[in-house]
């Protein structure tokens, strides 16, 4: 929500302007915390497009940036408290600095900052809380804010690389299935009373165009209801499991995903265990990372075997379907040397240069195959005209 306030600095000026908050009460609280003697505060009362489209979720990049932020402030030698309120002045999204505000109050009050941000877990993973009190424990709390921040911002870029991957093959097949479906309702339906009066023989391939057009109203019924049944049947677990389970078995892009997985793994098990937690603790945490419910499965297993005693390589190799030999071996050879952290860091390192030259000649191969089979569909569909 939005409010206009009146208010007086520490010298007497007049101050007038809008802030963001949650409440009238957090955003009194908010403009006290900078020094402001507050007049007044007003709620200004959203638009009709406001009430409809709010955007107060917080997104990685809103996580991204007060990570960012805080590890900047904490590692110039600010205390915790400052760099907390300094951080909640410069957030934007209201709900998400209340957030923070309230997290300030806690740490203010005696409690650990890991502690305070566990009471979040929507916001803030347990991947990202365990960082944090491992940071405090070994009194590295600045330093694993940086590390914490490198980690997120890979991550992020990693997940824009592939949504960036997809984004032009979508937009030309989203623009060629209008293209065909305006001709299908438009089009063809004109073109069909002029080929039956003249008594023309209709080849198959024109019959069937005819027939899409006929039922493109049903058709776009059915895609209608499946656009708008998907986003709630993919939210639930049963149907993700199933979904995801079938998707490991489709032979290229299964491999794609297992090395994105092994990556992430990687990566957090690197920053956990060099962070100082147990690779039980570590294991258990970077699940949470993973977003297939069957990679999360195997690697909670994996945790119950190692916590019984059992190595992390032996347990990894009773699961080919899911880690790579090449993995295994890393690990193997980590484990033997005494070197599992450093192992695990090169590990993400070179997974992460693969993954981008496969998503490099994905694109390659893939761009003039979208080309070949759009030339089809276009090509079938003047055909069908051009054949009677």
């Not at 609280?29 to 402001?36: E, H, K, P, T």
């Not at 060099?274 to 297939?292: R, T």
């Not at 071996?329 to 070197?339: H, M, N, R």
């Not at 981008?356 to 005209?385: H, Q, S, T």
Request: hydrophobic fraction near 45%; charged fraction near 20%; glycine fraction near 4%.
């Amino acid at each position: 929500m939005n409010f206009e306030y009146r208010a007086r600095t520490k010298t007497g000026e007049l101050r007038v302007g809008i802030i963001e908050a949650s409440t009238k009460d957090n955003a009194l609280r908010l403009l006290q915390s900078i020094g402001l003697y507050v007049i007044s505060v007003e709620e200004i009362k959203p638009s009709f497009w406001g009430k409809i489209f709010p955007s107060q979720k917080i997104s990685e990049r809103d996580i991204i940036f007060f990570t960012r932020s805080l590890s900047t402030l904490v590692n110039a030698g600010v205390p915790l408290l400052e760099a907390l309120d300094s951080t909640s002045v410069q957030t934007k999204k209201a709900s998400f600095r209340d957030i923070i505000q309230e997290i300030t109050d806690a740490v203010e009050g005696g409690m650990p900052l890991s502690k305070a941000l566990s009471k979040y877990p929507k916001v803030f993973s347990s991947f990202y809380t365990n960082q944090i009190k491992c940071g405090e424990i070994s009194g590295t709390l600045g330093k694993t804010l940086e590390s914490l921040t490198d980690f997120l911002e890979r991550q992020h870029a990693f997940k824009g690389q592939l949504i960036g991957a997809m984004i032009y093959p979508l937009m030309i097949v989203s623009m060629v299935l209008f293209v065909l479906f305006f001709m299908a309702i438009f089009v063809f339906p004109k073109l069909k009373p002029i080929f039956l009066e003249r008594g023309v023989h209709l080849p198959l391939i024109t019959k069937i165009v005819f027939f899409l057009a006929d039922s493109s109203k049903i058709i776009f019924i059915f895609l209608i209801l499946f656009l708008i049944l998907i986003p709630y049947l993919l939210k639930r677990k049963e149907t993700q499991e199933i979904f995801q389970k079938n998707f490991l078995k489709i032979p290229l892009i299964s491999s794609f995903f297992r090395e994105t997985y092994l990556s992430r793994l990687s990566q957090s098990l690197y920053s956990l265990l060099s962070a100082g937690l147990h690779l039980v603790d570590a294991l258990e945490n970077s699940a949470d990372l993973i977003e297939n419910e069957i990679y999360k499965k195997e690697i909670l297993e994996i945790k119950e075997e190692v916590k019984k005693g059992v190595p992390f390589s032996f347990a990894l190799s009773s699961r080919p379907k899911f880690f790579t030999p090449f993995f295994i071996q890393l690990v193997q050879a980590g484990e033997k040397s005494g070197a599992l952290v450093e192992t695990l860091k090169k590990f993400s390192e070179f997974s992460q240069k693969e993954i981008e030259r496969e998503i490099d000649y994905f694109l390659k191969i893939f761009e003039p195959l979208l080309i070949i089979l759009i030339a089809l569909g276009v090509g079938f569909f003047i055909a069908a005209v051009l054949l009677p």
